[in-house]
């Protein structure tokens, strides 16, 4: 990918005869598309000149005078037109030969969005960006095919066993949902079924999902009360 951001390169030691080798930092970003049906994964069809046709993360170079997660947003915005989108640190990928004839560690970041409130619109040197099935992922560029797959585990294992930071399903659900449709959530994510009494059980450790005076509308079966995230109660206990 041809891009003009040689002011992101850094000089690493070398230990040959050969002089110091150049040193590239990147960001790739791993977003995952809920829908109660299935979980999806972001990606882009390359259109710069060494790699065009090719599928892809959305990524690209860190500038020299930026923080990495200002970096993560503004590749985010350039490729795909996504913008507000929380992006959480997933792991450095860094094998010497990752990318072909350079040297460049790139900095995974991964997030979950409900797919039907963003639109991806490519831009810069992304052709396409399109909503893919984790089940239908082709063979990707680089190690992005692996970098899916640790993010993958790294989102499954927070929802998993982290109660007590702010939950990703907070910006995945509505404001006001059904305890279904947040059991939905989990059960698509973390590709298991739970019984139901015993997931309503594991509730009792979020203090911050919060009995609503609110009703389902509209709706054919007996209305089901509405729940909602409470950030005040949980900046209180956690934070």
């Not at 915005?77 to 790139?106: C, M, W, Y």
């Not at 992922?137 to 585990?153: K, M, R, S, V």
Request: glycine residues 4%.
């Amino acid at each position: 990918m041809k891009n003009n951001y040689d002011n992101a390169r850094i000089i690493s030691t070398h230990r040959d005869d050969q002089g110091p080798r150049l040193m590239e930092v990147s960001i790739d970003c791993v977003v995952f598309g809920y829908s109660p049906s299935s979980l999806d994964v972001m990606l882009i069809e390359i259109g710069a000149d060494d790699l065009k046709g090719a599928w892809a993360l959305p990524g690209d170079r860190v500038y020299l005078d930026e923080d990495i997660d200002t970096a993560a947003e503004r590749v985010l915005s350039d490729l795909t037109g996504l913008d507000n989108i929380s992006l959480h640190q997933a792991h450095a990928f860094g094998d010497a030969n990752r990318v072909p004839e350079k040297r460049v560690v790139t900095i995974g970041y991964y997030s979950v969005v409900n797919k039907l409130d963003v639109k991806p619109h490519p831009s810069s040197w992304a052709n396409k960006a399109s909503w893919v099935s984790l089940d239908e992922i082709p063979q990707l560029t680089f190690d992005h095919n692996e970098i899916i797959e640790y993010a993958l585990q790294k989102l499954r294992h927070r929802i998993r066993n982290s109660n007590r930071r702010a939950p990703l399903w907070q910006n995945v659900l509505p404001q006001h949902f059904t305890l279904t449709e947040l059991q939905r959530f989990y059960e698509v994510v973390l590709n298991q079924k739970f019984d139901k009494g015993n997931f309503r059980k594991k509730l009792n450790d979020m203090p911050y999902l919060v009995e609503t005076e609110l009703y389902q509308e509209d709706v054919s079966h007996r209305p089901a009360r509405l729940f909602t995230y409470d950030k005040k109660i949980h900046e209180e206990l956690f934070v």
